[in-house]
């Protein structure tokens, strides 16, 4: 016995599996000024809409949010289904402050009083 989907019901189930995607993720890739909601993200690399979003290429970041997570450097793998798929050539996570030039004990001053 073989199961056969329409084109058109297969098309509906789609749009809506790419719905539920878009409406639990906070993950969005910036480049420029624009922004495109990321559907899944897996350890090398992470899916958009196809219809959505153009073909990337290059230097993004991936934001959770407001929070900066990813400068990533990204090729494009494959389509399918609805979904582009990215790879990372390069991930670095991104910091809210800029790296010590010199190793700070855990329990170092954060600053220092002045003497009267």
């Known amino acids: 016995m073989s199961t056969y989907v329409s084109d058109d019901v297969r098309l509906q189930l789609n749009a809506a599996r ?4 878009k409406k639990v993720s906070r993950l969005r890739v910036h ?3 624009a922004r495109y909601p990321v559907l899944r993200r897996w350890s090398n690399g992470f899916s958009v ?3 959505t979003a153009p073909m990337l290429r290059g230097l993004v970041d991936l934001y959770d949010g407001g929070r900066h997570l990813y ?6 793998s ?3 289904a609805g979904e582009r798929r990215y790879e990372y050539k390069r991930s670095t ?4 402050r ?4 010199h190793y700070r004990e855990a329990n170092a001053p954060i600053g220092l009083l002045p003497r009267d």
Do not use: H
């Open 18 to 21: 790419l719905a539920a995607l």
């Open 31 to 33: 480049v420029g000024e």
């Open 49 to 51: 809409e196809e219809k």
């Open 71 to 76: 400068q990533c450097l990204i090729i494009a």
């Open 78 to 80: 494959e389509s399918e």
């Open 93 to 96: 996570a991104a910091a809210d």
């Open 98 to 101: 800029a790296p010590l030039d």
